[in-house]
Nanobody, 123 residues
Framework: QVQLVESGGGLVQAGGSLRLSCAASGRTFSSYAMAWFRQAPGKEREFVAIISWSGSSTAYADSVKDRFTISRDNAKNTLYLQMNSLKPEDTAVYYC????????????????WGQGTQVTVSS
């Protein structure tokens, strides 16, 4: 079992950057594939990025490709999302998620979730 806590959200102007962190409890962080999702008001939770257990493989939603970078530090039990060139449409609550299976892009596939961190991008 793993517990997740996100941090790093905030208010930023369009074109700016933020780095989100997701701290994981337990000693089995490296056995979980990790993902970032986001949910805007009135919309469904959507996939943002995923990373494999070692960090050697990543994948992104088309809407964030070339702007966002997912990474992890297994020694620190921490997942990151570096967000550059932010747009107002990136405004959402961002969640990290964990599961032992790699490659899933649907929220219902993930068994472990953080509480979320708000990202607001002003125009």
């Amino acid at each position: 079992q793993v517990q997740l806590v996100e941090s790093g959200g905030g208010l930023v102007q369009a074109g700016g950057s933020l780095r989100l962190s997701c701290a994981a409890s337990g000693r089995t962080f490296s056995s979980y594939a990790m993902a970032w999702f986001r949910q805007a008001p009135g919309k469904e939770r959507e996939f943002v990025a995923i990373i494999s257990w070692s960090g050697s493989s990543t994948a992104y939603a088309d809407s964030v490709k070339d702007r966002f970078t997912i990474s992890r530090d297994n020694a620190k039990n921490t997942l990151y999302l570096q967000m550059n060139s932010l747009k107002p449409e990136d405004t959402a609550v961002y969640y990290c998620a964990a599961d032992r299976t790699w490659g899933m892009r649907f929220a219902h596939n993930y068994g472990y979730w953080g509480q979320g961190t708000q990202v607001t991008v002003s125009s």
